[in-house]
C-alpha cells in the first residue's frame, strides 16, 4: 500500500513536481544545541554535511518525503556510503533491521496508523541513516510516522508539517549527536502503537457483540482484524530485534548513558506494546473458536428443525404409498369409511410426530 503494502514508485520530478535532487522537496535543516535553521533551498547533502562541520555541536538533518534512485545515488556519493547500504536504500518493503556500516548507522523502521472506516493497520516505512554530523530519514511511503502525507513536512506553507519536525528535533537529547534523532524518531514510532490498539481494541469489543447477535458476516471481520493484528505483532517483534541491537552496541560504539536510559524506556514501552498486541491475537483466536461454535450449535438446531418435519412429513407419505399400491386383497379399499380413516392416520401420526418434537425441542 502506498500507505499499506503496496509501494509507490518513487521517481525523479516532471514538469509539474518538484525534483528531490535539487532540494526542492528535501528537507535540510542545521541544529546546534537544539536549535534548528533550514539551509537554503538546493542544499545538497554534501553541502549539508559541509554546513554541519562549521561548528562543533551542529549536525544537518535531512528528510526526503520520497526515496527517489538519483537522490539516494546522491546521498550515497555524499557519505560515501557502502555499496550493499545503497543497494538496501534503493529497495522498500524490508523488514524492521539494524545495520551498521563503519561510521554510519542503518535502521529500517516501520510505523503503523490505523484506519477505522477500513479496519486496516497502515504501515510507512523509514530507512533513517546516522553518521556524524548528520543524520537522514528517507520515507518509503510517502506518509509520515502519523499517517499524514510527508510531502507536508517539506512545504513552508504547512504549519502542522514544522511543528511535526520540530517536535523531532526540539529536544535537549539531540546535543548528543544524530543518534539521539533515530532515537527519537523510534520512540515517535513506538508512542504511535498505541492509539492503534486502542482502535483496534475498539473493533475487538464490537466483534464480541456481533458475535451473539448472529451476524453471518462476523466470521470474516474476525479473520481480516486477525490479519492485521498478526501484521502488527510481526513489525513490533522485529522492531524489538533492532532495539535489541542498539542495546548491544552501546559498550562498542561509546553511546551516551542519557541515550542508554531513553532508549530503555523506548524498549519498556515497547515490551507493553507487543504484550497487548499477542493479547489481541489470542483474544481474536478465542472469539473466532466462540463464533464457529455458535454456527455449529445454530446450524445444529436447524438440522433438528428439518430433520422433524422430514419424519412428520414421512408418516403420511408412508400411508399414502401402502394405499397407493391398489392390490386387489386390500380390504381397506372397499371400506365406506376407508378414505376418511387414511386421511385421520396421517394427521393423526404427524400431530403425534409434531408434539414429541416440541416436547424435545427439536421444533
Known sequence: MAMRRGRTTAHQGGPDEPDLTQGGTCLVRVVDHGDTDCAPVGTTPHQALELAGTGPDRMAFLLYP??????????????DLHPVL??????????????????????????????????????????????????????????????????????????????????????????????????RLLDAIVDGYAPVLREVGIDRDQIERQVFSADPAVAERIYRLSQEVIDLQ???????????????????????????????????????????????????????????????????????????????LFAPTLIAAVYGMNFQNMPELDWAFGYPMALLLMVGFSVVLYRVFKAKKWM
Open 86 to 183: 545503497v543497494e538496501d536504500l534503493l529497495h522498500a518493503g524490508q523488514r524492521p533491521k539494524l545495520e551498521r556500516y563503519g561510521d554510519v548507522l542503518f535502521i529500517v523502521v516501520r510505523s503503523a496508523h490505523y484506519d477505522d472506516a477500513r479496519e486496516e493497520v497502515d504501515f510507512a516505512e523509514f530507512h533513517v541513516l546516522a553518521r556524524p554530523g548528520a543524520v537522514a530519514i528517507l520515507c518509503q511511503d510517502e506518509v509520515w510516522f502519523d499517517g499524514t502525507p510527508a510531502q507536508a513536512l517539506v512545504d513552508p506553507e504547512d504549519t502542522a508539517g514544522d511543528r511535526a519536525i520540530n517536535a523531532l528535533l526540539d529536544d535537549e537529547l539531540l546535543t548528543l549527536g544524530p543518534e539521539a534523532v533515530a532515537y
Open 234 to 312: 510481526h513489525a513490533t517483534t522485529w522492531l524489538v530485534e533492532v532495539l535489541r541491537g542498539l542495546r548491544g552496541g552501546f559498550t562498542k560504539h561509546e553511546v551516551a548513558e542519557e541515550l542508554q536510559t531513553y532508549l530503555q524506556d523506548v524498549a519498556d514501552h515497547l515490551d507493553r506494546i507487543g504484550a497487548q498486541t499477542a493479547e489481541y491475537r489470542e483474544s481474536l483466536t478465542q472469539i473466532l473458536g466462540v463464533n464457529s461454535t455458535l454456527v455449529a450449535q445454530r446450524q445444529n438446531e436447524d438440522m433438528k428443525k428439518i430433520s422433524g418435519w422430514a419424519a412428520i
Open 66 to 79: 520520497t526515496a527517489p534512485a538519483t537522490a539516494v545515488h546522491e546521498l550515497a556519493e555524499a557519505w
